[in-house]
Every structure is written in C-alpha cells, then in structure tokens.
C-alpha cells in the first residue's frame, strides 16, 4: 500500500489529484445548492427543476463527443483549466442571479447548458490525463485515488451542501460551489511537464475526420463496445432503480427518508471501500472482473423487490456500492492500457456517451412501468438484465481473455481487439519519468 501511495508523491499527480478532489466536492454541492434555488423560484417547482436538469444533460451529451477531440488535439491538462474556468464564472452568474433575486426560467438554462457543456469538455480529458501522469505499473493505483476522492467527495459534498444552504441559503452555496471549480483551475494550471509529454501529435486532420477516427477505434474493440453497451443497460437499471423507484419504495416499506438516507450511507461506504480495495486488486483479467463486478447490483434490486428490511438493503446496498467502485477503476485501467494514447480521449468520450445515453430513458419509464406492473416486477425484471447481459458480454472472448498488460498481448489476434497495438500507448519515456503528465 506503501508503494502504491507514493504516487502522491508526484507533484504533477498530486496537483491533478488535489484538483479532482476540490473540483468534486464542488460537483456533489451543485445538485442540492440549485434544486433548492429552483424550488425557491416564484414559480419554481418540480417541473421547474427537470427543465433546468435536463437543459444541463442536454448540453453535456451534445458536446461529449467534441471534448474528447479536443482532448486529443491540445494539451489535455490545458482543456481540464478552461473547462474547470468555465464551469466556475457559469455556476458564479447562477450564484449572483439568485442572490439578486433576478433568477429565471430562462437564465438558469442557458447558464446550466454552458455548466453541462464545460462538463463534456473536462471529462474525456481528465479520464485520459493520468497515463501522462505515472508509470504504467500504477496507473490503476491512480484510478483507484482518484475514485476514492471522488467518492469522499460526494458523501462530505453532499453534507456540505445541506449545512451551506440551512445556514447561509442556496445562492452563497453556489457561490462555494463556483469556487471550487476555480479553484481546481488553479491547482491544475501549476502542473509542470517535462519534455514533449503532453503536446499532441501535429494533425492536419480536421474534427469530423478526427471522430471518425475515434469511432473506428472504438468500434474495432470488440471487447470495448461490448462492455459499453452492457454499461449502458446497467445504468438503465441504476436509473429505474436506485434513482426512481427507489424512494418510493423506501416511503412505502423503508421508514421514508430516514430508510433511504441510512441504505444510500451505506452505499456511499461501499463507494469508498471499493476505491480503497481497488489499489491493491490486480485481476489477470481486468475486463472480465468488470463485467462480473456489475453482478454486485442484483442483490440491491432484489432486496428492494422483496421489501426487505432496511437493515438487510443497506447491507445490500453497500455490496453494491463496492462492487460499482471496482468495475469503474478496473474498467477504466484497462482502457487506458489498451487503447492507444493518441485516440484515448475520443476513445473515453464515445464510452461516456455509449454509457449514458440511454440513462434519460430509464428516468423516463420507470414510474409509467411501475404503475403498471408493480414496483417490484421491475426491480426484479432489473435484476435479471443485469444478470442476463453480464453473461451475453462474458461469452465474448476478446472480454474473458483481455490481459491486464498489453505486452502480454503481443502477438495476439490483430483486428477487432487489437490489444498488441496499445504498447505504443505509452511511451517509455513517459512509464518512467516523474514529471510527465
């Protein structure tokens, strides 16, 4: 554990890792701070809040695929600084627009859009940035700290966020918010490279030429789209799941907040426990453990089917939140490793988008399903996708036989997995020199 901390060390890792974890605390304030400036609205309401959600979601889908090619055409450390730049002056002129009282429909959506879009700019970036950062050996290691950072984040961000609005109102908790992501900006701007680490290929290429050439790696993955597009009907699940139904049914058979507040706890422990499990696990197989770390959300959805105590669906809960913490460290390390740095940003931009993209629909039809075949017909028939599609994507063989070295895979079949190609991701250079980001 030693050995895997010293990364901290690192003063480029450390500024990114310092950077990450303020910008998330900022991250897990935003949604309490502007639900309730929105509800605080003359004519704020529920209705109100999902325009204003959506409008964020929106952008951030629309300008996904264009950050990851702008990741891969500039310094990615350099777009993390304008995106974070970005995302504080927006959430800055929500704070003063309901500081004033001047806040309005029409206000926070086009500042919310701008927030979603720096957000789509900072992702691939800063899912890609960390094999600049340190040795291959312990990319993972970095992952797992970052995860970790940004799952204490959320539970201290989250309680934050309710002290901030109760005491001082929701406009002086965007503007903590806002600081956050200016703050994150700074630190990140103290990031000193060595060498030609971090300047992109000179490319001619023009950005519809570049994301068909993003999508051509992606897509020639097979062991890549099959493990998105199980993640993007786990997360349908997740969404119907955990985000819709489950409170209501922690109102109906959990004790009502309280319940749901002590089974979230729980999960949020098991974020953190995963991401702390997570520097130490190596899996000679990263992509099959991810898959099989997602079968860790069944016994949280059959527990709510059942109705069971709050006990046992909090102890359920944080089984899942372990397993979450894993599939995402391990997942993300194996792309990292596998793909090609020069494309990695665009690479992690369609797996964001692939991911998601079908999120807003789970949102969309899990109450309309609910109604009509009981609550507890679709956490089970959730269950059982999630089952079912975990043993579709494991009979892929390029998923089962992923190494989590890609010199282990020279040799191997070229095409549609390609591992062997991934050796050039990382340069010598950068395995071994400290400064490099």
């Not at 993390?80 to 959430?91: E, N, W």
């Not at 993007?232 to 119907?240: D, F, P, R, T």
């Not at 749901?260 to 130490?280: D, K, N």
């Amino acid at each position: 554990m030693r050995a895997d901390l010293s990364i901290l060390r690192d003063r480029s890792f450390l500024l990114l890792f310092s950077a990450r974890s303020v910008s998330l605390l900022g991250d897990a304030i935003a949604p309490v701070a502007l639900a309730f400036a929105v509800l605080g609205m003359p004519d704020g309401s529920g209705s109100t809040l999902g325009i204003v959600a959506a409008a964020r979601i929106a952008a951030q889908v629309a300008f996904l695929l264009y950050g990851g090619v702008l990741a891969d055409r500039l310094p990615r450390h350099r777009v993390m600084v304008g995106a974070d730049l970005t995302a504080g002056l927006a959430q800055g002129a929500v704070a003063v627009l309901v500081l004033t009282g001047t806040d309005s429909l029409a206000g926070l959506v086009v500042l919310s859009m701008v927030s979603g879009a720096a957000s789509a700019l900072f992702t691939p970036a800063s899912r890609s940035v960390t094999v600049r950062l340190v040795p291959a050996e312990k990319i993972q290691s970095a992952n797992a700290l970052v995860q970790l950072s940004m799952n204490a984040g959320s539970i201290g961000g989250a309680a934050l966020a309710g002290v901030l609005v109760v005491l001082l109102g929701a406009g002086w908790a965007l503007v903590v918010d806002a600081a956050t992501f200016l703050v994150s900006a700074v630190l990140l701007a103290g990031v000193r490279l060595t060498g030609t680490a971090d300047q992109p290929s000179p490319t001619e290429e023009g950005i519809f030429s570049q994301l068909r050439h993003g999508w051509r790696e992606f897509t020639e993955r097979t062991w890549l789209w099959a493990a998105v597009a199980q993640l993007a009907l786990v997360n349908v699940c997740i969404g119907a799941g955990f985000i819709v139904l489950g409170p209501v049914e922690a109102e109906a058979h959990l004790g009502g907040a309280s319940g749901w507040a002590a089974v979230l706890t729980a999960q949020a422990v098991g974020f953190v426990a995963g991401s702390l499990l997570a520097i130490r696990l190596r899996p000679r197989r990263p992509l099959r453990a991810a898959v099989l770390f997602t079968l860790g959300i069944v016994p949280s959805l059959v527990a709510l089917a059942c109705a069971a105590p709050v006990a046992v669906t909090a102890c359920a809960m944080f089984v899942t939140g372990l397993c979450m913490s894993l599939n995402d460290v391990t997942f993300l390390t194996a792309l990292q490793k596998h793909v090609p740095e020069e494309s990695m940003s665009r690479v992690m931009s369609y797996d964001a988008f692939g991911s998601f993209v079908f999120l807003p629909l789970g949102l969309a039809v899990a109450a309309p399903i609910a109604d009509r075949v009981g609550s507890g017909a679709v956490f089970l028939g959730a269950a059982c996708l999630v089952a079912a599609t975990a043993g579709v994507v494991l009979a892929v063989p390029g998923v089962r036989t992923l190494p989590s070295e890609p010199q282990a895979a020279a040799g191997a079949e070229a095409g549609a997995d390609r591992p062997q190609q991934a050796s050039a991701a990382v340069p010598a250079s950068v395995r071994t020199t400290k400064e490099d980001q």
